[in-house]
């Protein structure tokens, strides 16, 4: 490989081989994702490196791993031995915002906290919140769908996007999609590479929709006596209309943020829940909401003041960072329909209690996408297996229940084998024939997604 390095280090100015240099870019956030050991790492400047990147990889049969922020948690942006991880956070450029439009164009790179607050200079509004906002890259958010708090409402990642520029596993340069609100030519590429998680191309430019910003926001926080109280508050709620976000953090996770953050919220609670509404009429619902919490056994707390509301909300993005405190986690990212919830908890909580592990179970409720997270100890293999075990009975137990293995996070290479099990053989191998079409060669991120 050495004639393949010498051409890659002359057509893209930043290659590093180095080992000790390069361990950084193995790896997301998943601990039990297989990471191997790459050839090399590039960083990505332009579309013309990732170009030559990629035709370099196909002449030579290089696999070739396309990483964001390294927020994932799925193992999806590993790196593969043998292979280049090719990483676009410099890439990140906000092109262009059209406040007449309400559109902007965006480099993969750009953070999605920072493309809201550019767009909140002009008035309008980012929608896609994942929890990792601050830190996680828009180019991440596409390659896997992302969701966050506010997908009941105002839907997924894929919702809110336009246009796409990609670079095939050919080296081609494709352009997807129409910057304007209808568009139906053709087969719909731009909805196939959202969440493809670098199988089908690497993305290089994003023309993605904003929104005005909501003109009214309260919040809610309730404690209730137990989970399922407050899962029948959430099915309440949904027979009046969609709340902007309804978060849910049990006992567990809510210790464990108050270990981390001294909020102070309320440890012997079941559960807490944390509603959101937005519009005209916010505060006249959240009061409506808090009424509805106090008839299902809860003490409830609303709030109209945006600081004050900010303020309970980073109290669910504090979940998982917090838990992550206890020990090392495996975290389960599982959907059912709403209305099939309480089945999914206490499926959860038996497998927790059969295994003798604990799970602290957040997310986001208003969608039936919960984060059951499993704690382990890393160095004991009975815990690791036991983790495991129990992982793999949340998963089989949201698919027993109509739902997916995975509602925003990906596949990865974590969640592979399950694939089948999901969508069929006929399916998986329709993805397989549509992935040739896009990678001929087979080189972009291999044995992941699907």
Not at 110 to 133: F, K, M, Q, T
Not at 186 to 199: A, F, K, P, Q, Y
Not at 216 to 240: C, N
Request: charged share 20%.
């Amino acid at each position: 490989m050495s004639d393949f390095l010498s051409r890659l280090a002359a057509a893209v100015p930043a290659v590093t081989t180095d080992p000790d240099a390069m361990e950084a870019y193995r790896r997301d956030q998943c601990l039990l994702a297989e990471a191997g050991r790459p050839l090399a790492v590039v960083k990505a400047g332009s579309v013309e490196d990732v170009v030559a990147v990629v035709g370099l990889c196909r002449q030579y049969g290089v696999p070739l791993v396309t990483r964001g922020a390294g927020t994932g948690l799925a193992g999806g942006a590993n790196a593969l031995d043998g292979g280049v991880v090719l990483v676009m956070a410099g890439m990140d450029r906000i092109l262009e915002i059209d406040e007449v439009a309400r559109t902007a164009r965006v480099e993969p790179g750009v953070i999605n906290a920072d493309l809201d607050r550019a767009a909140a200079a002009a008035g309008l509004w980012y929608v896609p919140d994942p929890g990792s906002r601050e830190i996680c890259s828009i180019g991440g958010n596409l390659a896997t769908n992302a969701g966050g708090m506010c997908c009941a409402k105002y839907g997924t990642t894929q919702d809110h996007v336009l246009e796409l520029t990609a670079v095939l596993g050919t080296g081609e340069v494709i352009r997807t999609g129409r910057a304007t609100r209808k568009n139906v030519v053709g087969l719909d590429l731009t909805r196939l590479l959202v969440g493809s998680e670098g199988t089908l191309g690497v993305i290089v430019e994003a023309t993605v929709r904003l929104r005005p910003r909501p003109q009214g926001l309260a919040t809610v926080a309730a404690t209730f006596p137990s989970v399922q109280a407050a899962i029948d508050l959430v099915l309440a709620l949904g027979r009046e209309g969609d709340a902007a976000a309804i978060e849910l953090m049990d006992r567990t996770t809510v210790r464990a943020v108050n270990a981390m953050t001294r909020m102070g919220l309320d440890e012997e609670a079941g559960a807490v829940l944390l509603a959101q509404f937005d519009g005209a009429d916010a505060a006249a619902r959240a009061q409506r909401c808090a009424e509805l919490a106090a008839a299902f056994g809860a003490e409830a707390f609303a709030t109209d003041d945006p600081a004050e509301g900010s303020a309970l909300m980073e109290a669910r993005r504090a979940a998982l960072p917090a838990i992550e405190r206890l020990g090392a986690t495996l975290l389960d990212d599982v959907c059912v329909g709403t209305h099939r919830l309480p089945a999914l908890i206490a499926a959860v909580e038996e497998i927790a209690a059969r295994h003798g592990v604990a799970i602290g179970t957040f997310g986001h409720a208003a969608d039936g996408n919960l984060h059951p997270t499993i704690v382990y100890d890393p160095a004991d293999p009975a815990a690791q297996r036991a983790a495991r075990a129990a992982f793999d009975e949340v998963l089989g137990a949201a698919l027993a229940l109509g739902g997916t293995i995975t509602g925003e996070h990906g596949v990865g290479s974590l969640k592979a084998p399950y694939v089948v099990r999901q969508v069929g053989a006929t399916e998986r191998e329709l993805m397989v024939r549509i992935k040739a079409a896009f990678d001929p060669a087979g080189i972009l991120n291999p044995g992941r997604g699907f």
